[in-house]
C-alpha cells in the first residue's frame, strides 16, 4: 500500500552541526505534508508544513524541502542543539482545499530518532 | 489550558476490562481527530470528527472502539472487552478547521498511555 517511510532510522550528531533527516513519499496524490517533533514521553509537537505548490519552507533553524519529481521530503535544522534530541515523523495528507480528501487521516512514518552529542 | 488535554495520562486495564479516554479539544477547534500509536512506531489514525459528526472512522480496528463527540467539544474514545494488542498511546489531536492547510494544522495532546495486563 501507499505509505510514508524514512531513510534513515537513527541519526546521531555533534551539538552545532546542522542535521538533515530525510522522508519518502510514495502517494502522488499527496499535497500536504507536515514535520512533526515527539520527544519521550509527549505528543507529537508540530514543527513545520508544506504545501505541494511549494518546495522549500523555512522556519526557525528549520527548513523544509519538497521534491515532488522523487517523492521525497527533508527537514533540515541548523545548529543543531540538544533539545532538538527527539523523534522526527513526516506525515502526508491529501484533499488540500475539498473535502473530499483524506482530511484528518494523516499518515505518518515510522520516525527518525535524533541524538544530539554535546 | 491553552493545549489539548487528555486524560487519564495512564491507564491499566485488565484483559477484557471497558476503558475511556477522554480528550478536551483547543478551544474553538472544529475538527478533532483520534489516533493510536504503538511503541516505536508512528502516530496512526483512528477516527476524525468534525464538530459532534463523525467524518471518518476507518481507522477504528475494531467494532470493539467507538468514538463520539455529542457536543463539539470533548470527545471520548471507548474501547471495550481490552485486549493486550490494545496496549498502545492514544493520541488525541484538534484543528481549527478543516481541510489542513497552513492555517490549519493539527495539533496534538500528550497521549493516554493504555497498557492491558
Known amino acids: 500500500g501507499e505509505s510514508v517511510g524514512l531513510h534513515l532510522p537513527t541519526l546521531s550528531v555533534q551539538e552545532g552541526d546542522n542535521s538533515i533527516i530525510n522522508c519518502a513519499y510514495s502517494?502522488?496524490?499527496?499535497?500536504?505534508f507536515i514535520w512533526y517533533k515527539q520527544e519521550s514521553g509527549k505528543g507529537p509537537q508540530f514543527i513545520i508544513d508544506?504545501?505541494?505548490n511549494m518546495d522549500k519552507r523555512q522556519g526557525q533553524r528549520v527548513t523544509v524541502l519538497l521534491n515532488k519529481t522523487v517523492k521525497h521530503l527533508s527537514l533540515q535544522i541548523a545548529a543543531t542543539q540538544p533539545g532538538d534530541s527527539a523523534v522526527y515523523f513526516c506525515a502526508e495528507n491529501w484533499g488540500l482545499g475539498g473535502y473530499g480528501g483524506s482530511q484528518g487521516n494523516l499518515i505518518f512514518g515510522k520516525g527518525t530518532k535524533l541524538s544530539v552529542k554535546p | 489550558g491553552a493545549g489539548v488535554s487528555q486524560s487519564p495520562r495512564y491507564k491499566v486495564a485488565k484483559r477484557g476490562q471497558d476503558v475511556a479516554l477522554r480528550c478536551d479539544p483547543i478551544?474553538?477547534?472544529?475538527?478533532l481527530f483520534w489516533y493510536q500509536q504503538a511503541l516505536g512506531q508512528g502516530p496512526e489514525f483512528l477516527t476524525y470528527?468534525?464538530?459532534?459528526?463523525?467524518?471518518?472512522k476507518s481507522g477504528l480496528p475494531s467494532d470493539r472502539f467507538f468514538a463520539e463527540r455529542p457536543e463539539g467539544s470533548v470527545s471520548t474514545l471507548k474501547i471495550q472487552r481490552t485486549q493486550q494488542e490494545d496496549s498502545a498511546v492514544y493520541l488525541c489531536?484538534?484543528?481549527?478547521?478543516?481541510?489542513?492547510?497552513?492555517?490549519?494544522?493539527?495539533?496534538f495532546g500528550e497521549g493516554s498511555w493504555l497498557t492491558v495486563v
Open positions: 502517494n502522488s496524490a499527496s499535497d500536504y
Open positions: 489531536a484538534s484543528s481549527l478547521d478543516s481541510p489542513l492547510n497552513s492555517g490549519n494544522t493539527i495539533y
Open positions: 470528527f468534525q464538530n459532534e459528526a463523525q467524518l471518518d
Open positions: 508544506i504545501r505541494s
Open positions: 478551544s474553538g477547534h472544529v475538527s
